[in-house]
């Protein structure tokens, strides 16, 4: 059974940093690319960032140099370090793989989700 | 960066209607476009890839369909489990975007 657990979240002050961290199971973990994507309460979804197993690293434009990903094939595990945080950055963090079989192009559909992990950036 | 634009943002729909909802990109995606179901309290759930194609273990009255800019999720004979939100995701380039959601709402 496909699993990804997501640990990491809690409360943060503005400014502060935190890692959140997905540990993958049911699957063999270094052949597929992984994401993380968020959702404040009662809003949509947002794309947040991305790393290939070339360790090759994207982010989205609200985050970047805030934040960095990082997985270790060793542990089955992906990372999301966040500095400098702020009020904007409260969501549930996601992580998220990215489909490997018959892709169109170079990039994939996001194909199985994990429950989420919770940031609160308040003071 | 390719902006998803979803319609309607709600739909109040009766048992049994069937339900449109579209996805406009603001620029060429090819078929790269995903559709997924958010239930209250839990994770997206992927439901239809690449523009029409199935997935695994989800009920046949979700299908998909377009190209290129313009894209479609319909739901026939709507049942009451599908009360969710629907989001589209493109793929055709980084960053990934997602569409603004549907709520589907049952009367």
């Known amino acids: 059974e496909v699993q990804l657990v997501e640990s990491g979240g809690g409360l943060v002050q503005p400014g502060g940093s935190l890692r959140l961290s997905c540990t993958a199971s049911?699957?063999?973990?270094?052949?597929?690319?992984f994401h993380w994507v968020r959702q404040a309460t009662g809003k949509g979804l947002e794309w947040v960032s991305a790393i290939g197993g070339g360790y090759d690293t994207y982010y989205a434009g609200s985050v970047t140099g805030r934040f960095t990903i990082s997985r270790e094939n060793a542990k089955n595990s992906v990372y999301l370090q966040m500095n400098s945080l702020t009020a904007e950055d409260t969501a549930l963090y996601y992580c998220v793989r990215e489909g490997n079989l018959n892709c169109v192009g170079y990039l994939c559909e996001l194909d199985f989700w994990g429950q989420g992990t919770l940031v609160t950036v308040s003071s | 960066e390719i902006v998803l634009t979803q319609s309607p943002d709600f739909q109040s729909v009766t048992p049994k209607e069937k339900v449109t909802i579209t996805c406009r990109a603001s620029q060429t995606i090819g078929s790269s476009l995903h559709w997924y179901q958010q239930k209250p309290d839990q994770s997206p759930k992927l439901l239809i890839k690449y523009t029409s194609q199935s997935i695994s273990g989800v009920p046949s009255r979700f299908s998909g369909s377009g190209s290129g800019t313009d894209f479609t999720l319909t739901i026939d004979s709507l049942e009451a489990e599908d009360a969710a939100a629907y989001y589209c995701?493109?793929?055709?380039?980084?960053?990934?975007?997602f569409g603004g959601g549907t709520k589907v709402e049952i009367k």
């Open positions: 995701l493109q793929s055709g380039s980084l960053p990934f975007t």
């Open positions: 049911g699957f063999t973990f270094n052949t597929y690319d």
